[in-house]
């Protein structure tokens, strides 16, 4: 396996777990609320769509991105097992705060098994009817329709019940306006990342 496929492999999980560690965290710009996982989930799904050009540019070989993304699965179970195991022998005030992590971990395990299906899935449709010159369409789209089932599922995993409904469906709507924005915004690094590079 060559180095730059083993960097791809181990940054998905990389994201994938500083995200979850940092979900319950919020930054405030404004009147805005929004989770930091926002910003760093961002990378995995650029990541996925990354892959994906480069496999049908032959640059990867088939699979590769079904590989990186179960490789992410596989580190986010071990990362909610080891939590879980942390806080059998917490105290109370600790076991809160664990397993509410606990918790994020599985929502996310479950919304990214949904949603990143659903990335790869868009993403090959629409590359049969795009060129290469127009293939931020199918970054753009792909990534903003399986983000937003990221969004309405993670959210109601992870935080239904632990906030009223009304600041829950706040709270998604802001951060998945955010995720649009970060999709748009690093759309030239997509093509930067994929350009086909002169002989």
């Not at 640059?59 to 059998?88: D, N």
């Not at 917490?90 to 599985?106: M, P």
């Not at 990534?143 to 935080?159: C, E, G």
Request: positive net charge.
């Amino acid at each position: 396996m060559k180095i730059t496929h083993m960097i791809y492999i181990g940054l998905y999980p990389t994201f994938l777990i500083l995200a979850n560690l940092f979900g319950g965290t919020f930054i405030d710009i404004g009147s805005l609320h929004f989770s930091w996982a926002v910003i760093i989930f961002a990378g995995a799904f650029l990541l996925t769509d990354i892959t994906k050009q480069k496999t049908k540019a032959g640059l990867l070989p088939e699979g590769f991105t079904e590989t990186m993304y179960k490789a992410g699965i596989v580190v986010l179970i071990a990362f909610c097992i080891l939590f879980f195991s942390i806080g059998t022998g917490a105290t109370a005030e600790a076991q809160t705060f664990i397993y509410s992590t606990v918790r994020i971990f599985i929502a996310s395990i479950l919304s990214l098994s949904v949603s990143q299906r659903i990335d790869l899935w868009v993403f090959d449709v629409i590359a049969k009817r795009t060129t290469h010159k127009t293939r931020w369409i199918q970054n753009n789209i792909s990534t903003i329709t399986s983000s937003f089932i990221d969004t309405i599922l993670f959210y109601h995993l992870a935080f239904l019940g632990a906030f009223s409904y009304k600041i829950l469906i706040t709270s998604l709507l802001i951060n998945q306006s955010m995720k649009i924005i970060i999709a748009l915004c690093d759309t030239p690094i997509f093509l930067f990342l994929t350009r086909k590079k002169s002989a």
